[in-house]
């Protein structure tokens, strides 16, 4: 059986949609979907970047906070496992670890494109019967 999988990249912060996390952990929980809870950032004071009022970007120390516990709970509602990482390299190691935890066998189907010639051989072969057939009735009859 092909297992279902998300990966949620998130700081765990609910800033979007109408549906409460918990309540979206236990519909994919019914739905037999598994969750791989990613916390990305760092906790602390971070540069937040943000325009100045000439257009241009500035990064302005804010407060940052990874609801941790969150996507803990998540994670364990669905069957899934929760992962930190704060930088690049820390994400390409979690994504290799889930990589190694969720292995399908992938069903693999090969299609041929065939171009068939044998219409152009048999169009040839009609015409030149035509073409003969029409010689013997004209005065080319005693070539062929």
């Known amino acids: 059986a092909k ?26 929980k019914e739905l037999g979907i598994k969750v791989y ?14 325009e100045d009022r000439f257009g241009g970007i500035i990064y302005v120390p804010t407060q940052f906070r990874v609801d941790e516990e969150l996507l803990k709970e998540i994670a364990t509602t669905t069957g899934g496992s929760y992962f930190h990482a ?20 992938l069903e693999e189907t090969k299609f041929a494109n065939y171009v068939e010639l044998y219409p152009w051989f048999a169009g040839v ?12 009735q004209t005065r080319f009859r005693s070539l062929v």
């Open 3 to 28: 297992s279902k999988v998300v990966v949620l990249l998130t700081d765990g912060d609910n800033n979007a949609g109408a549906v409460d996390p918990r309540e979206a952990a236990a519909i994919a």
């Open 86 to 105: 704060s930088d690049s390299v820390g994400l390409l190691e979690v994504y290799a670890q889930i990589d190694r935890l969720e292995k399908s066998d």
């Open 125 to 136: 072969g009609f015409l030149m019967f035509g073409l003969v057939h029409v010689m013997r």
């Open 37 to 50: 809870t990613i916390g990305i950032g760092r906790t602390g004071t971070v540069p937040f970047p943000q």
